[in-house]
């Protein structure tokens, strides 16, 4: 019998490379809002305690909810930088959640985890006195520019992972690691980078390239194909 575990999900970006009025989080795919179908991904798994979104201040968008899947949603406001959003969602995570619980940190814009990745993370994740991430192997050849813009050379792939979330870490690890960044002006961009600044080494999950974020008019189109094809 493990203890259950809570979620943080960074939810308070603007979605510039979106474009539009509304932040990509809020719009409909299937008539429900992207972040309804990521909250419902994480708590669907019977190991998911509750989820705090961090959203941004004075966020018109947020349609309120305090309960979903029959488990607590409860929100706060975030930051300039989602590594700055991350720390203020574990900061007023509830004072349940100890200090050496594991954590899940989940995008929003990610509305497509498989349910199996969640639940290999968790099982694999919590078994490491660090944690894990979920990640995909790198599939393209890679290439190394030059100043000009032409090829100086090809990176070998071999060992190359594409980090994806969630990403498993203990709470009290993960706020001292993304404090510590801040603190010598690194900008982390996911939770493993904190954690390796620290010296840990975060274990690699393997997980599905359809666990993909949503940046762009076209991965919105993407996911409404991979629910059609979740219902059809
Ligand atoms: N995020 C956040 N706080 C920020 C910036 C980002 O909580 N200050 C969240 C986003 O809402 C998103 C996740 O972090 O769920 C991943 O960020 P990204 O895909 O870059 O989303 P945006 O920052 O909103 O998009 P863009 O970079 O195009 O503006
Ligand atoms: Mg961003």
Redesign the pocket.
Known sequence: MTTRVWAV??????????GGPV???YLLAAGEPL?AH?LEALLSHPGVAGVMV???ENDADWPGWNALAGKPVVTCS?????????LA?LQALPESVRADDFVLVH????PNLPPGDLARLLEVGRADPVGAILAAPVRDTLKRAGDDGGIDRTEPRERLWRAL?PQLFRRHQLTRALLDAAAAGVAVTDEAMAMERQGARPLLVEGDERNF????PADLARFEFELSRRDG
């Open positions: 999900v960074p939810a308070a970006g603007r979605g510039t490379r979106f932040p990509k989080q972040l990521t961090v959203i941004a975030g930051g300039d930088t989602r590594a700055a959003s991350v969602g995008d929003a814009a990610r979330t974020k949503v940046t762009t």
